[in-house]
Every structure is written in structure tokens, then in C-alpha cells.
């Protein structure tokens, strides 16, 4: 239980691919159990709500972003440069993701990293975890302890990297049940995502074994696909059986409404027809694209088939958590200026409908969790317009292409502010 308030602020709220909802002079209204019982313009407020303790706030409001694809682990790698993705989990993410044998190092990264989320404004995300069962216990215990929405797994892999990483195909499933049992929707914030890394890290029987769990406890699942041509090539070797590299994770069941596939880059119109069939999501991460020289993921393909698509910061071959300047590079991988209201989306309401929270999240609706966040915003503007004479556009474009200049402010999910008692 949370005290009811309403925030008077510029109110941005993404409400499909092409139009948001923008009021200059607006409220949102928040109850007890931190759900949005108004949103609109500060005229429209009903006198019921009058009597709410009011915050007044120059800087804009809008929806809390959501990282569909982030690894705690590879929080302090960032910018680490290396010329191919193979080369680049060999000589720093794997020595890296050891060290998460070590219970301090656990528990330091999982609470500078769930800090570092909430700085960036991010509300709700979907993380991948390291191989080891307790570390994963302690990055659920500070995610519960941050308040943030986590969608949550320990990498599984059981062969193609360091002996130190890997667990028998048993041991890597038994760890899973277990953190399964302990944390799949324990609270309304918390869910667990079967993660195999990708299929050169993992053996058939432990992707069916992996598939099999997902479907016994219906959870999520996350892993990557389709990111690289190297990886795609090992792929092929690994597998030869498999018609692609989508058939390799259908035919271990992994893929269903609640499976969110990384990168998807290097993709064909069989895999996308074998993703729309299964109504998978696919999480895009631009700047990781951009840094690991990945390939221009196929926007207009991923929307011709009707593929739910998130954004995410992908770190740590991302090179930041924040979502506004991934909202930004969404743009520039394209080579073409997308229209602002685009990225604001798939960053928001589109992360949510990709992650099946939409009911829950991604916009400030009536009903939804008040997870929202402010950013200040440099005022100066051409023409001499205030920020509350910017229209729709100009503002989404404010939001997307100005974000060198974004300061997020305050955060809040489910009502309850971060960093408050
Ligand atoms: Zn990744």
C-alpha cells in the first residue's frame, strides 16, 4: 500500500506504433495500490480526485521504459572491443560471468546494476542472469529489494564454452526447477525466464530439457538467435538436423507467445513465418548491433509478419542501459530517420506487448501499474515555443532525438517511488 497522490505535469503516453497521447497541462492519478486511476488533461480531472495531495512537476511524465534483453553480469563490461561476437564472449564476457561464482561479486554488480536501471529510467526489464544457481538467487533478492518489474533467468550452457561456465545438461535443469519454485511470480514483480544462452552454448537435450521446464511451469523464455554470421555458421555445424536456427529452438519447444528472441538480424522469411506461427517476440538491440558490427536488423520485415518487437540495451555488448538513447540508435541502424513516435513505442507499450505486459505496463492508462518516470528536458526550443506549445510530434521528438540532453528525474512502479521508504 502506497499513498494515493496525482502528479500536474506535461504527460506523454504512447498508445499504438503511430500516435501518443500528449497532454501539455496534464495529471495523472494514482491509488493506493499503485494503479492509474486518471490520466489526461489537468481540466478533465474529476473533483473526486481533487482532493489527492498533488506533486506539481515541470519536467515531462511518461511511461517507465522497458529493457527487453540486458545481462547483469556483463554490467561492467561495456565497450569492451572485440572484432567479433566469439571473440568477444572468449576474452572478456566468459572470464567475466566466473567471477559470479563469488557471492560478493554477485550481490555488488546485481545492486549496482538494478541502480544504474532505475537512473536510466528503466522500470521493467528482462535479464539475463549468470550460469551459477546462487548468484541468481541474489540477483532476484535485489531486484525484489529495488522494487523494479524483473523478468529474470541463470544462463544454461553444457558445452562450447570455459569448463567453469558449464553444468551437466541435469544439474543446469535441477538449478533451474529450483529457482523456478523459489521465484516465478513469488511477487507481482518477479518472474523467471528459462535462458538457454543460444544453441553453439547448449546441448539438443538440454534445449528439450529446457523447453520442457518452460512449459511445466509456464514461464518465459529468452535466448539469442540470429545475431551473427559466425554464430550462425556454428549453428549449422551443431545442428545439421535442423532445417535453420529457428527449427533448432522449435524443435526443442522453446517457442511460444512468452519466448523472446534477441537480435534476429540474419533472419529469412521461413524463420519469420516459423516466428509468426508461434507468436514469438523478438527483442531489437541497436547499439549492441552497432558496437559488435551485427547487421541492420529488418524492421520492415519484423512488421510486415507481425512480430512483436521490444527494444533492448543488450549490455554488455550494449554499451549503456539507457532506453532513450536506445530509442535513438533504433533509429540511426535503419539508416533512415524513423518517425519519433516509433521508438517511444517499442520502448513502451511495444516492450510490453512484446514481454505479454501490456495489461500491466507500457503506458499510463486507467488501470495499468503507475510504473512512470520523469525526465527533465533542455527548454530551449526554435522559434521560441515553450515545451507546451511543442506539438505530439515535436515533442516524441524532442523525447527520442534530443536524449544527450534527457535527465530522468523521478521513477516510479506500481505507484511506489524508487528511493523513497
Ligand atoms: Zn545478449
Same mark, same amino acid.
Given at each position: 500500500m502506497n499513498a494515493p497522490f496525482r502528479i500536474h505535469a506535461p504527460v506523454v503516453s504512447p498508445s499504438g506504433r503511430d500516435r501518443i497521447a500528449w497532454h501539455p497541462r496534464g495529471v495523472v492519478a494514482v491509488d493506493e495500490d499503485g494503479r492509474i486511476l486518471f490520466r489526461g488533461d489537468e481540466d478533465d480531472l474529476p473533483e473526486s480526485l481533487t482532493a489527492l495531495p498533488a506533486i506539481s512537476c515541470g519536467d515531462v511524465l511518461l511511461p517507465g521504459m522497458i529493457d527487453a534483453h540486458v545481462h547483469l553480469p556483463q554490467f561492467?563490461? @561495456?565497450g569492451k572491443f572485440g572484432a567479433t561476437l566469439m571473440e568477444w564472449l572468449d576474452r572478456f564476457i566468459y572470464p567475466e560471468e566466473m567471477r559470479f561464482a563469488q557471492e560478493t561479486v554477485a550481490r555488488d554488480t546485481a545492486r549496482r546494476f538494478y541502480h544504474a536501471l532505475l537512473e536510466a529510467g528503466t522500470t521493467t526489464a528482462m535479464v539475463y542472469g549468470s550460469v551459477h544457481e546462487r548468484a541468481t538467487h541474489i540477483a532476484f533478492e535485489e531486484a525484489e529489494r529495488a522494487g523494479l518489474r524483473i523478468i529474470l533467468g541463470n544462463v544454461l550452457m553444457? @558445452?562450447?564454452?570455459?569448463a567453469a561456465l558449464l553444468l551437466s545438461t541435469k544439474e543446469a535443469l535441477v538449478a533451474s526447477e529450483r529457482l523456478i519454485e523459489t521465484w516465478? @511470480? +513469488?511477487?507481482?514483480?518477479l518472474s523467471y525466464a528459462i535462458t538457454p544462452r543460444f544453441a553453439p552454448t547448449c546441448t539438443p537435450e538440454l534445449l528439450r530439457g529446457a523447453g520442457a521446464l518452460a512449459a511445466k511451469h509456464d514461464t518465459w523464455v529468452q535466448t539469442h538467435i540470429n545475431e551473427t554470421s559466425g554464430e550462425i555458421a556454428r549453428v549449422r555445424e551443431l545442428f545439421p538436423?535442423?532445417?535453420h536456427y529457428t527449427g533448432v529452438y522449435r524443435e526443442a519447444g522453446l517457442l511460444g507467445d512468452r519466448t523472446v528472441l534477441g537480435?534476429?538480424?540474419?533472419?529469412d522469411d521461413e524463420q519469420m513465418e516459423v516466428l509468426r506461427e508461434h507468436n514469438c517476440a523478438v527483442a531489437h538491440c541497436p547499439d549492441s548491433n552497432l558496437f559488435l558490427g551485427s547487421g541492420r536488423f529488418p524492421l520492415e520485415r519484423h512488421e510486415q509478419y507481425g512480430i512483436r518487437t521490444a527494444l533492448g540495451s543488450d549490455v554488455g555488448a550494449g554499451t549503456t542501459l539507457s532506453m532513450l538513447h536506445v530509442m535513438r540508435t533504433m533509429s540511426y541502424v535503419q539508416g533512415r530517420s524513423l518517425h519519433p513516435f516509433l521508438p517511444l513505442f517499442h520502448a513502451t507499450l511495444g516492450g510490453a506487448e512484446a514481454l505479454g505486459l501490456a495489461n500491466e505496463t507500457g503506458s499510463l492508462e486507467v488501470? +495499468?501499474?503507475?510504473d512512470m518516470i520523469t525526465v527533465h528536458v533542455e527548454r530551449q526550443f526554435c522559434r521560441g515555443k515553450t515545451l507546451q506549445d511543442l506539438s505530439d510530434v515535436e515533442i516524441a521528438s524532442v523525447l527520442v532525438y534530443r536524449t544527450p540532453e534527457t535527465v530522468v528525474r523521478r521513477v516510479w512502479i506500481r505507484g511506489k517511488e524508487a528511493g523513497s521508504a
Open positions: 561492467d563490461c @561495456r553444457d @558445452r562450447g564454452a570455459p516465478h @511470480r +513469488k511477487t507481482p514483480l538436423e535442423s532445417a537480435h534476429n538480424i540474419h533472419t488501470g +495499468k501499474s503507475a
